[in-house]
């Protein structure tokens, strides 16, 4: 079924309903506040006297440095025993368990796990609220992956967050990793495995409380080491009991064994599942094999697998090192055997392209890497609405939000990389010369650091040529909105659409389409006299033209008994026209239920404040064209129901000394961006603001904007606000 094509635009824009301000309840939590002394305009305000003794900061938690909050991981079992969950944790938590996914785990065909090794691990992506990192590693080809594990030599290995958001938002799912190592790894294990099921319980236990608390799946099992007859002989009742406790408390939970150990005790790679491991497998819900392994390996775990073949993973090493079969850009020959022979694959360390080929390539690169590999990697559709992505990468040279640039310089987020679609290159059949081509851009965004380029050419035998995007699976509301937002680089003739498929066709009844805000009457919409605030807010850009040469075009769609299939984006020429070459720009797609725009949206509440440190400032250092006086780092604190939102943005709006706190909106100022946040809380890091005068005071206020999930813009009216006053200590 075809959406219909481009149409000019109309100036009529609905207006929005304003909301009432929320207002802010009293303190939850005594240790977060930080004296706040009265509430202007339901905005909490603090008062601060300036001190250059700051508060104490984890080290575990916060960069030494900047006290920008990290990821981190645990180096011994005593940490492991001694962690329990704090505020500080809170950080590091993921925003939303794995989005639902067809087929799911379960669904016994052959999967695709990516190892991610790189250099020890916890390098530019351990900063939970992004960097300046110039050519960071990003990944992106998420549809081809079902199992994500990053991997290093500590011994509990917690993802990064910004990790297991992205693969979350993919429908992919996260595992840590614990390992033991060398002469000190068979110590560690002797200390809980060799006693009493009460020691190997009590690590079991932590494993899962931290998976649980942190949002990722669970865990790959690495012991590097050799055990004794008294370990060896609990490991398998190690693993079930791990994987029994998961599998209650972590919904789609995972434990997977590393091919290392053999029953008897001593550390020797089979290459294979085979008697001398088999009782680990029993044990636990995959095996990774070793990587030296040839077909014959291959033939002889056929008949070890039985009925769980999927859950044998072949590892492949893309650094090709040892006797492989194929590695680097001949990976494609190991996973052609894997697949033959129908067993899942486990990819290690695929950043062989960032590591060791030239950086300036990378993005060419690592598409070149996974195209050659697409063949034998089925991919997977997200079944849930709203479904919305903006192409962002979580990384650019440049931020941009709904097409107006925000900062220019380098960053990297990978928290904030959205949903990315199917990649690579596209030929119509036979001679006729078409063909479309998609790769990730950063020249331009909409929203963002990103957007997807498509270029293509329509031949003059054909009216046109599509690229499917997306594949959702999704029992279709009544009524959907979907939107598009594009531009065609240059002058073209060329027409652009959105396009979907529906599947159960036999009962699938489509009762119309229409093009919102367009002046063809043909498509109008019918009539909203007052449409709820969210929905006004959703439609009120559709049909316009905005600046940098973006359009936006929304579509609505009345289904029944339908499934939503793919998503596509078609290009077609004038009627008579010769061949058409385009390069098209994509900055957004949205599907959004009509339903979810008629709830209103939570506010932002309970703002506190915690964490304040205060430095002289360096006019140098701060970027400012004068001295600024001073440097402020502090942490928010909100409440919201993270489920309605993509992510917060944080703003500021730094007074001067003596200056009034603003009432409403923040007076004719515009906030200065911050950064985002994936959970009810931000660190802010030296924030050069100016010194308070003698017998004054100073004020920063600041503001936290939702984004929902439907992707629409919050009135700044309707933002978390508070303010800090702050003054120099009398002398």
């Given at each position: 079924m075809e959406a219909p094509g481009v149409a000019t635009p109309a100036a009529a824009v609905l207006r929005e309903l304003p909301l009432r301000a929320p207002a802010t309840p009293e303190e939850q939590l005594e240790r977060r506040a930080r004296r706040r002394i009265e509430e202007e305009q339901e905005e909490a305000v603090f008062r601060e006297v300036v001190s250059f003794t700051p508060d104490p900061m984890p080290v575990r938690y916060y960069d030494k440095v900047t006290t920008s909050p990290i990821s981190f991981y645990l180096s011994s079992l005593e940490e492991l025993l001694a962690w329990i969950p704090d505020v500080e944790d809170s950080f590091n938590v993921a925003l939303a368990p794995p989005e639902c996914r067809q087929p799911p785990l379960s669904n016994q065909r052959p999967r695709t796990l990516l190892c991610h090794d790189m250099m020890g691990g916890y390098l530019d992506d351990k900063f939970i609220q992004g960097s300046a990192a110039q050519n960071p590693y990003s990944f992106y080809h998420w549809q081809y992956i079902d199992i994500f594990v990053y991997f290093s030599h500590h011994t509990v290995t917690i993802p990064p967050v910004g990790w297991t958001n992205a693969a979350h938002r993919h429908g992919v799912c996260v595992l840590g990793t614990f390992i033991t190592e060398w002469q000190e790894g068979g110590q560690l294990c002797e200390a809980f495995l060799a006693g009493d099921a009460h020691s190997y319980q009590a690590v079991a236990d932590k494993l899962v409380l931290i998976a649980q608390f942190f949002r990722f799946d669970g865990w790959l099992i690495n012991i590097e080491n050799s055990l004794s007859r008294a370990a060896v002989g609990n490991m398998p009742h190690f693993l079930q009991y791990l994987t029994t406790q998961l599998h209650q408390q972590v919904p789609g939970g995972l434990v997977f064994w590393y091919d290392s150990v053999v029953s008897s005790g001593q550390l020797r790679w089979q290459n294979e599942l085979n008697e001398h491991n088999r009782v680990f497998f029993d044990s636990c819900d995959g095996f990774f094999t070793n990587y030296n392994w040839q077909e014959g390996h291959l033939e002889r775990m056929r008949g070890q697998a039985g009925e769980r073949q999927a859950d044998i993973y072949v590892g492949v090493d893309v650094f090709a090192r040892g006797d492989v079969v194929g590695g680097r850009f001949d990976t494609n020959k190991s996973l052609e055997l894997i697949r033959k022979h129908g067993f899942s694959a486990a990819l290690f360390a695929p950043g062989?392209?960032?590591?060791?080929?030239?950086?300036?390539?990378?993005?060419?690169?690592?598409?070149?890497?996974?195209?050659?590999?697409?063949?034998?990697?089925?991919?997977?559709?997200?079944?849930?609405?709203?479904?919305?992505?903006?192409?962002?990468?979580?990384?650019?040279?440049?931020?941009?939000?709904?097409?107006?640039?925000?900062?220019?310089?380098?960053?990297?987020?990978?928290?904030?990389?959205?949903?990315?679609?199917?990649?690579?290159?596209?030929?119509?059949?036979?001679?006729?010369?078409?063909?479309?081509?998609?790769?990730?851009?950063?020249?331009?965004?909409?929203?963002?650091?990103?957007?997807?380029?498509?270029?293509?050419?329509?031949?003059?035998?054909?009216?046109?040529?599509?690229?499917?995007?997306?594949?959702?699976?999704?029992?279709?509301?009544?009524?959907?909105?979907?939107?598009?937002?594009?531009?065609?680089?240059?002058?073209?003739?060329?027409?652009?659409?959105?396009?979907?498929?529906?599947?159960?066709?036999?009962?699938?009844?489509?009762?119309?389409?229409?093009?919102?805000?367009?002046?063809?009457?043909?498509?109008?919409?019918?009539?909203?006299?007052?449409?709820?605030?969210?929905?006004?807010?959703?439609?009120?850009?559709?049909?316009?033209?905005?600046?940098?040469?973006?359009?936006?075009?929304?579509?609505?769609?009345?289904?029944?008994?339908?499934?939503?299939?793919?998503?596509?984006?078609?290009?077609?020429?004038?009627?008579?026209?010769?061949?058409?070459?385009?390069?098209?720009?994509?900055?957004?797609?949205?599907?959004?239920?009509?339903?979810?725009?008629?709830?209103?949206?939570?506010?932002?509440?309970?703002?506190?404040?915690?964490?304040?440190?205060?430095?002289?400032?360096?006019?140098?250092?701060?970027?400012?064209?004068?001295?600024?006086?001073?440097?402020?780092?502090?942490?928010?604190?909100?409440?919201?129901?993270?489920?309605?939102?993509?992510?917060?943005?944080?703003?500021?709006?730094?007074?001067?000394?003596?200056?009034?706190?603003?009432?409403?909106?923040?007076?004719?100022?515009k906030p200065k961006f911050l950064g985002l946040a994936f959970v009810n809380q931000y660190r802010i890091v030296d924030l050069a603001v100016a010194a308070a005068g003698p017998g004054q005071d100073g004020c920063v206020e600041f503001l936290v904007e939702p984004v929902p999930k439907e992707g629409f813009l919050v009135p700044q009216a309707e933002w978390g606000r508070a303010a800090v006053r702050y003054s120099m200590p009398s002398t």
């Open positions: 062989w392209v960032y590591e060791c080929l030239e950086k300036t390539q990378f993005f060419e690169n690592q598409d070149k890497f996974w195209s050659l590999l697409a063949r034998y990697l089925p991919t997977h559709s997200i079944c849930s609405l709203p479904f919305v992505t903006s192409f962002c990468m979580g990384m650019g040279t440049r931020r941009v939000c709904y097409g107006q640039e925000e900062a220019v310089g380098p960053w990297y987020h990978p928290s904030a990389q959205e949903i990315q679609p199917l990649f690579g290159e596209h030929r119509l059949e036979g001679d006729r010369g078409g063909w479309v081509k998609t790769h990730s851009c950063l020249a331009d965004a909409w929203n963002g650091g990103s957007s997807l380029l498509i270029r293509g050419v329509i031949p003059a035998e054909v009216g046109e040529v599509a690229v499917r995007l997306f594949s959702l699976q999704v029992p279709v509301p009544p009524k959907v909105f979907l939107s598009m937002v594009y531009k065609l680089e240059g002058p073209s003739n060329v027409r652009v659409a959105l396009e979907l498929t529906t599947g159960n066709a036999g009962s699938c009844h489509i009762g119309g389409i229409w093009a919102l805000n367009e002046t063809s009457s043909r498509h109008s919409p019918r009539p909203l006299r007052v449409p709820p605030t969210k929905l006004a807010r959703w439609v009120g850009r559709c049909g316009q033209q905005f600046s940098g040469g973006w359009v936006q075009r929304c579509y609505e769609v009345n289904l029944r008994g339908c499934l939503l299939g793919d998503l596509l984006v078609s290009f077609s020429r004038p009627p008579g026209s010769q061949e058409e070459s385009f390069v098209c720009r994509l900055g957004e797609i949205q599907v959004v239920d009509a339903k979810n725009l008629l709830v209103p949206l939570p506010q932002v509440q309970a703002i506190s404040l915690s964490h304040v440190r205060w430095q002289p400032a360096d006019s140098a250092s701060s970027g400012e064209s004068s001295p600024a006086g001073l440097q402020l780092s502090c942490t928010l604190h909100w409440s919201f129901p993270l489920s309605h939102i993509r992510c917060f943005r944080v703003h500021c709006c730094a007074g001067t000394g003596g200056g009034p706190l603003s009432r409403g909106p923040s007076g004719p100022e």
